[in-house]
């Protein structure tokens, strides 16, 4: 049985457009049931709408600061919809920590930095700012803290001395395609443990969690 993924979105939705891309295929363990955007305007709802996926628009915003009230439309809607999984992509709105708990283990994020480095907004600027020489994506279990919780996943990126944090962006959005797909692969077809704040993956680490930079830096 595929597992039922619903994917939330805020924003233009490319990440939710290579996940619902790498479910179409006939052996990819999960489907993408639906697509729930705590914004209108969200340009990803299109995308979505266009390839066949339910969606729906739940606004966060009439809530104010009642996350709780927000949350109770969420997870009924999720309820309905039998879901199994949450794939965070681009989703502007943080949980309470009931919300979290009640997923924990089912919800995962993706942040565009090798995660415990450059958490929260604008970690391209941050990783230029740092001076790093490599950066990239993870793709982690949610927890009550931002932008952290269990690493599922990375990709790494070369960093580029006249990088700005635009062209940094596009280079590490381009492995956050490649690694958001691998890392439901495996969560879905169940080779994943978490072990307090650790990541297991079935097997050992045969390297499926990481993707390094194989191309130049001026050629990505
Ligand atoms: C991505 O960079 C993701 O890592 C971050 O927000 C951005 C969303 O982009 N959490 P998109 O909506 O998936 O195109």
Redesign the pocket.
């Known amino acids: 049985m595929k597992r039922r993924v619903a994917i939330l979105?805020s924003?233009?939705?490319?990440?939710?457009a290579a996940l619902i891309q790498a479910a179409m295929a006939a052996d990819f363990p999960a489907e993408i049931a639906l697509v729930i955007s705590n914004r209108a305007d969200a340009a990803?709802l299109g995308k979505a709408r266009a390839s066949g996926i339910t969606t729906l628009v739940i606004e966060s915003k009439p809530f104010g600061g009642d996350r709780a009230a927000f949350e109770a439309l969420l997870q009924s809607a999720l309820d309905e919809h039998r879901i199994d999984l949450i794939c965070l992509?681009?989703f502007m709105r943080l949980f309470t920590a009931e919300f979290v708990q009640r997923w924990y283990g089912k919800m995962l994020?993706?942040?565009?930095s090798l995660l415990p480095s450059f958490p929260g907004l604008d970690p391209q600027a941050q990783a230029l700012k740092a001076g790093v020489r490599i950066s990239g994506?993870t793709v982690h279990f949610v927890i009550a803290q931002t932008d952290a919780g269990p690493i599922l996943m990375q990709g790494a990126v070369p960093v580029c001395s006249d990088d700005t944090p635009q062209t940094l962006a596009a280079r590490i959005?381009q492995i956050?395609h490649r690694i958001y797909p691998d890392a439901l692969r495996l969560l879905a077809s169940d080779k994943v443990h978490l072990d307090g704040d650790m990541c297991r993956l079935e097997g050992g680490d045969s390297g499926d969690a990481l993707i390094s930079p194989a191309v130049s830096p001026k050629g990505t």
């Open positions: 979105i924003g233009r939705g490319s990440n939710m990803g992509a681009g994020n993706i942040h565009p994506a959005l956050e």
